[in-house]
């Protein structure tokens, strides 16, 4: 045999063994026993994290050439948010998944309160507020949020005689008793609301014309949901004027009441602001509270008597947001939906009443201002 036989007979095998490396190297074994984990999550894009070092890749992602052996793998939507945590064995020539639900599950319940008769007859009644709880109930019934599409757990009222004082602040406790920091507990009250300036007060069925004392106060009703965990979504239809459309300021007064809407309102948003204060210092929710009423300004709440679709009184606030929630044919897209990404923000709701109600000289509230939670889903 020849030298350049010998040479060529020398250059296949090296080419051979080349191959065969770079076959081994593809294929993730490189003489080494070795495994593989395949991570996904709802929603995607997590970033992944292996024995405490972020591994440069998101979810879904598959991760190989890994000795057998137990890892601790972690993922993370973005550094500042709560991550998931799991133990994985890694198996020789295996690829193991594993999958990480990144939603906590979230229970959305409703108390809707309604006060159209009053007890006292110095204290005018009203003719819309039970009409705007089945409305509202209706849009609640009608919502369904995030991908698992989750409903509400439940939605209770409170009507006429059965709203006391006492009542409401019991069924604030026992509808939203089993709620946690994941949940959504939604408080709607529709009947009158006082303010001497420095006091405002929404009125139960059993409260008194010259006596704020039954009424609750909006510092008492932010006390009651403070106790409540996970996020408070507040809503409410009153004033300190009553509701009949065309009646005035004038036409319900407390002995000695000063009758400032704005005072009412401003109070409402200042007693749930300092509840958010005082639950961040201790509670990592921040803004654990988002609140909508129904005037601002010296301005009354109007209701009057035919709903277009109907035929009851109705609430004008109230039934511009449940109109902007799709009321009550829920046709999709949602008139408040302004970005139709099937969801109704807080600001979104907040833009359509305030749009809906602007010749009506009766403009909503907000808090907090420019709010992207979602207030319905469908």
């Not at 809407?261 to 300092?274: R, T, W």
């Not at 709440?301 to 947001?321: K, Q, R, V």
Request: negative net charge; charged residues 15%.
């Amino acid at each position: 045999m020849n030298k350049n036989s010998i040479k060529k007979i020398f250059y296949i095998i090296i080419i051979s063994i080349l191959l065969l490396i770079t076959l081994i190297l593809l294929s993730g074994c490189f003489l080494i026993p070795s495994g593989s984990i395949y991570i996904t999550s709802e929603p995607s894009g997590a970033k992944i994290y292996l024995n405490g070092g972020y591994v440069d890749s998101v979810t879904p992602s598959l991760i190989s050439n890994l000795y057998p052996g137990t890892y601790f793998l972690k993922v993370a939507i973005d550094e500042s948010s709560t991550s998931w945590e799991k133990s994985i064995n890694v198996i020789q020539n295996q690829v193991t998944p594993v999958h990480f639900e990144l939603i906590p599950e979230v229970t959305y319940r409703a108390l809707c309160i309604g006060v159209d008769d009053y007890k006292d007859p110095a204290i005018k009644d009203l003719r819309a507020p039970s009409f705007d709880v089945a409305r509202m109930k209706e849009v609640f019934e009608n919502s369904s949020f995030g991908y698992k599409q989750s409903t509400f757990n439940n939605i209770d009222t409170l009507i006429g005689s059965q709203a006391t004082g006492d009542n409401i602040l019991q069924a604030i406790s026992l509808s939203f008793s089993e709620a946690d920091s994941n949940d959504v507990s939604y408080f709607y009250f529709s009947g009158h609301g006082w303010s001497d300036g420095n006091i405002s007060t929404i009125l139960p069925y059993d409260a008194i014309a010259k006596d704020a004392s039954r009424d609750i106060s909006a510092d008492e009703l932010a006390s009651a949901l403070s106790m409540i965990p996970g996020i408070k979504v507040v809503i409410l239809d009153s004033c300190s004027s009553g509701g009949f459309i065309g009646k005035g300021i004038s036409d319900f007064t407390r002995e000695a009441g000063v009758n400032n809407i704005n005072q009412f309102n401003d109070n409402i948003i200042n007693s749930f602001y300092k509840y958010d204060f005082k639950l961040s210092k201790d509670n990592l929710a921040k803004n654990s509270f988002k609140v909508i009423t129904s005037a601002t300004g010296s301005q009354d709440c109007y209701e009057t008597l035919y709903h277009p679709i109907d035929g009851n009184p109705f609430g004008y606030f109230s039934a511009s947001l449940c109109e902007g929630c799709g009321y009550n044919n829920f046709l999709s897209p949602l008139p408040a939906d302004y970005n139709l990404d099937n969801k109704i923000t807080i600001n979104e709701i907040y833009l359509y009443i305030r749009e809906s109600l602007k010749n009506l000289n009766q403009v909503a509230q907000v808090y907090p201002a420019n709010s992207s939670f979602s207030f319905i889903e469908y």
